[in-house]
């Protein structure tokens, strides 16, 4: 009887053990198949473009929404005063556009190294046009850094600022044309201030003209 006993016992044991195995490895069957599931569902939406709204508008995230790639320098804000434009000429501007557009200078003064900035710096004169630039340009690389540091300006120069002031307007016209942006403290009845002397525009006046207008900067 005994024997009889062991024998249904150990049976069990069998059939509880294989119901365990069973239920075991399914579990773990179903675990794997989870998992590869969820791989193969990443993998087919990692080339899905999240899409945002901004301002009532819809930008896919990785592509067209700006900001998410590096993009070129902002343009000047509406409104903002242009006190590097002159003509055809502009401040930094680099001396072979320079020449192209001037062609090339009457003369040019003997360079001298500033302390200010460590660059070189040398006058070119235009007699014909009443043009002087300061060009300046690293020692060690000339030809690939020369540029206009400074413009002066005196008749017959045709050249216009952006707001369409230039030699021989009146001091009212560049006061009422730059009103806002002038140094009432670097401004008298013989020359206003646009900006500041550490950069900006310069006009001084001889009987109410403008004679000499000035852009950069006339102190460091």
Same mark, same amino acid.
């Given at each position: 009887?005994?024997?009889?006993?062991?024998?249904?016992?150990?049976?069990?044991?069998?059939?509880?053990? /294989?119901?365990?195995?069973?239920?075991?490895?399914?579990?773990?069957?179903?675990?794997?198949?989870?998992?590869?599931?969820?791989?193969?569902?990443?993998?087919?939406?990692?080339?899905?473009?999240?899409?945002?709204?901004?301002?009532?508008?819809?930008?896919?995230?990785?592509?067209?929404?700006?900001?998410?790639?590096?993009?070129?320098?902002?343009?000047?804000?509406?409104?903002?005063?242009?006190?590097?434009?002159? /003509?055809?000429?502009?401040?930094?501007?680099?001396?072979?556009?320079?020449?192209?557009?001037?062609?090339?200078?009457?003369?040019?003064?003997?360079?001298?190294?500033?302390?200010?900035?460590?660059?070189?710096?040398?006058?070119?004169?235009?007699?014909?046009?009443?043009?002087?630039?300061?060009?300046?340009?690293?020692?060690?690389?000339?030809?690939?850094?020369?540029?206009?540091?400074?413009?002066?300006?005196?008749?017959?120069?045709?050249?216009?600022?952006?707001?369409?002031?230039?030699?021989?307007?009146?001091?009212?016209?560049?006061?009422?044309?730059?009103?806002?942006?002038?140094?009432?403290?670097?401004?008298?009845?013989?020359?206003?201030?646009?900006?500041?002397?550490?950069?900006?525009?310069?006009?001084?006046?001889?009987?109410?003209?403008?004679?000499?207008?000035?852009?950069?900067?006339?102190?460091?």
């Amino acid at each position: 009887m005994a024997a009889e006993y062991e024998h249904v016992f150990f049976q069990a044991i069998r059939v509880v053990t /294989g119901l365990y195995d069973h239920f075991l490895n399914k579990y773990i069957m179903r675990t794997i198949f989870l998992i590869v599931g969820v791989a193969v569902l990443a993998s087919c939406n990692s080339g899905t473009k999240t899409e945002v709204k901004v301002d009532g508008k819809q930008y896919e995230w990785d592509t067209t929404y700006p900001g998410t790639k590096d993009t070129a320098s902002a343009p000047t804000p509406a409104g903002k005063t242009d006190i590097e434009t002159f /003509g055809d000429i502009k401040l930094g501007q680099a001396s072979a556009e320079t020449i192209k557009v001037l062609g090339e200078p009457d003369s040019k003064a003997e360079a001298i190294e500033w302390a200010a900035d460590g660059l070189m710096h040398q006058d070119w004169t235009w007699k014909a046009k009443g043009l002087v630039l300061n060009m300046s340009y690293d020692k060690t690389k000339q030809e690939s850094t020369t540029a206009i540091y400074t413009i002066t300006a005196q008749a017959p120069c045709a050249f216009k600022t952006k707001a369409g002031l230039g030699i021989g307007n009146t001091y009212s016209e560049v006061e009422a044309a730059y009103k806002k942006d002038i140094d009432p403290e670097a401004t008298d009845k013989t020359q206003i201030t646009v900006g500041s002397v550490y950069g900006g525009i310069i006009f001084s006046f001889t009987n109410d003209k403008a004679s000499t207008i000035f852009l950069g900067a006339q102190a460091e």
